[in-house]
């Protein structure tokens, strides 16, 4: 009897021959799919499939010849502002109070040392919305990732690709061009939301953004068959909870190299795309993705109904080796408690032969070494910018991992918080995260130096020697709206970063609209293991929807660019 894994590859071998010879989208069987919550434990859940597959052999040159053009009007189509779906509550530091708050970490000394700078180039910005799509939209959500040889920037609503000199290799391309001949509303919507990832452990590409321009919500999958993010495709369409609005796509890769293998997800759903329904965790069974199984079933587990804790992260793990064995995913999130603030995790444990009898369990709050904090409503620009968005209820994207030798698991989460007179800065928490059971934090502090400057929207992660790189917008009311990064190695004193270095500044600031980022992305190559990639939003002319991205690289000298194994021993240790 096969088992499990080689059931998956006999049938992506047979996918191969049957998409290559037909061509056309497969509607899986709903019979295989639930529609209802059941109850699991202390939660409710769902075992649902995709309602649309593909597997094409047509490369992103030969999809874009089917996307629609772009009709010049004289009178272009009026900029968006995605509207603000996050304040489900009301944070605990809403009150006067706050203004009066001073971090108790904040106002520790930097280090004498500066991480090293290295590329700085533009991301995807409004201007190629409104080049390439014929309209603005703000926020942008700023996502992207690093490969074995090229660098990818996805934003709202489209997406461009580099070399690791910086150049661009290809782009800007409208965000849904990965389903061009899909059919279906992946195809046809392009909303946004989205997320990349480079699987470094199967050495593939993972795009992902949500379709949601009208009932049924979908998110959508593209899954790259080799290391070029140019494709062909394995396509995917999945309505995560029938009738609700998938918001706030977040998406990890966890694996133990064995059965619990999957891209792991939260959304904030939205009952009939209006009422706030509850915070899902979501499974995909990666090993049937990657294979090409039409049938790639997916987990649905409730977490809350509350939005309490929001933002709410999975674990990704970004570089080197699988998680050990037998270690089941992980999510987790930073708390604001009017008792007690600390860290909240959860454990998603798979069962892909019977999805059913996957399990999710909350473990308890983590207080313990976890110094209080506060809220800090918005962030300030120069006149005549408008306060822009913090998001200091949400825990940043990504929740990044990483098993070290001799170590274990490790991982690293930031937020926003008040730093002191209500300016924003950075808190960050290291955790070992080895035992789900018992959770501790290994150090943590914040970046809040106490200069009037809000630093926010971050996103950390590791190298392949527990140094940790930070990158960020900066701003203040005599500060355009920059890009900056910093970090810590492993020598530097507890609870403390380094001197800040500058991405590139800002020469302008956005009016009229309050919307920022949403979310950036930090990154490690996978090559030299040491070198972190960012994806960052700033401003370069003062208008209403005039937001750029950028595109930045970073490193510690005490790192050392060692090869990383070649991607085929990975996928075999695998």
């Excluded at 990732?145 to 000199?165: A, Q």
């Excluded at 470094?200 to 998110?219: C, G, I, N, T």
């Excluded at 593209?222 to 609700?244: H, K, L, Q, W």
């Excluded at 790189?469 to 203040?476: C, K, P, Q």
Aim: aromatic share 12%.
């Amino acid at each position: 009897m096969l088992n499990h894994k080689s059931k998956v590859a006999a049938l992506g071998a047979g996918c191969v021959l049957l998409a290559s010879a037909v061509g056309q989208a497969f509607a899986a069987d709903a019979k295989a799919s639930t529609n209802e919550w059941v109850q699991s434990g202390d939660y409710q859940m769902m075992v649902r499939q995709p309602v649309q597959f593909d597997r094409t052999s047509e490369r992103l040159d030969e999809l874009l010849l089917k996307m629609p053009k772009v009709q010049k009007s004289a009178t272009p189509r009026p900029s968006r502002e995605v509207p603000n779906k996050f304040n489900a509550r009301t944070p605990v530091s809403a009150s006067a109070a706050s203004a009066n708050y001073v971090d108790p970490m904040a106002g520790v000394a930097p280090t004498p040392l500066t991480p090293t700078g290295g590329v700085s180039v533009p991301g995807p910005g409004s201007d190629d919305n409104a080049n390439v799509l014929g309209f603005r939209i703000a926020p942008p959500d700023v996502t992207g990732d690093v490969g074995r040889e090229f660098v990818v920037s996805y934003t709202n609503l489209v997406w461009t690709y580099y070399n690791k000199s910086g150049a661009v290799v290809g782009g800007p391309f409208p965000g849904n061009s990965f389903w061009a001949g899909f059919g279906g509303r992946c195809e046809s919507d392009n909303s946004g939301d989205p997320i990349v990832i480079y699987d470094h452990l199967a050495d593939r590409w993972v795009f992902s953004q949500f379709a949601v321009d009208q009932a049924p919500f979908l998110q959508c999958f593209a899954i790259s068959e080799t290391n070029d993010p140019a494709g062909p495709y394995t396509r995917y369409a999945y309505e995560i909870v029938p009738g609700d609005f998938n918001d706030y796509p977040k998406i990890g890769l966890w694996s133990d190299g064995a059965g619990q293998s999957a891209y792991h997800a939260t959304f904030r759903q939205f009952t009939n795309g209006a009422t706030f329904g509850g915070i899902d965790a979501v499974a995909f069974d990666r090993d049937a993705m990657l294979a090409g199984d039409p049938n790639a079933s997916f987990v649905v587990f409730r977490i809350n109904t509350n939005a309490n804790p929001d933002g709410i992260q999975p674990a990704h793990i970004d570089g080197g080796a699988p998680a050990p064995t037998g270690s089941c995913g992980l999510y987790g999130a930073a708390l604001e408690s009017r008792r007690t603030d600390g860290y909240l995790f959860w454990e998603f444990c798979t069962d892909w032969d019977n999805p059913a009898n996957s399990t999710f369990d909350a473990k308890p709050l983590l207080s313990q070494g976890v110094p209080s904090w506060r809220g800090v409503g918005s962030a300030s620009q120069p006149a005549p910018g408008s306060s822009l968005d913090s998001l200091d209820n949400f825990t940043m994207y990504r929740f990044s991992t990483r098993n070290f030798p001799g170590q274990g698991m490790k991982g690293v989460l930031t937020h926003t918080i008040n730093a002191g007179q209500n300016v924003a800065g950075m808190r960050w928490a290291t955790f070992d995260i080895s035992n789900p059971d018992a959770i501790s934090v290994d150090d943590t502090g914040t970046l809040g130096p106490g200069d009037g400057i809000h630093r926010w929207m971050g996103a950390a992660t590791f190298d392949q020697v527990g140094n940790i790189g930070l990158a960020y917008t900066a701003s203040s009311n005599s500060l355009f709206p920059s890009v900056r990064f910093t970090g810590r190695e492993t020598t530097d004193p507890a609870g403390t970063l380094q001197q800040e270095a500058t991405c590139v500044d800002g020469t302008g600031v956005q009016t009229g609209v309050s919307r920022w980022g949403d979310y950036s992305t930090t990154a490690v190559d996978p090559v030299d293991q040491c070198t972190f990639w960012t994806f960052q939003e700033y401003v370069e002319l003062t208008g209403n929807f005039q937001w750029n991205t950028r595109v930045c690289s970073f490193s510690f000298p005490s790192c050392t660019s060692a090869a990383a194994p070649a991607a085929s021993e990975v996928v075999a240790a695998e």
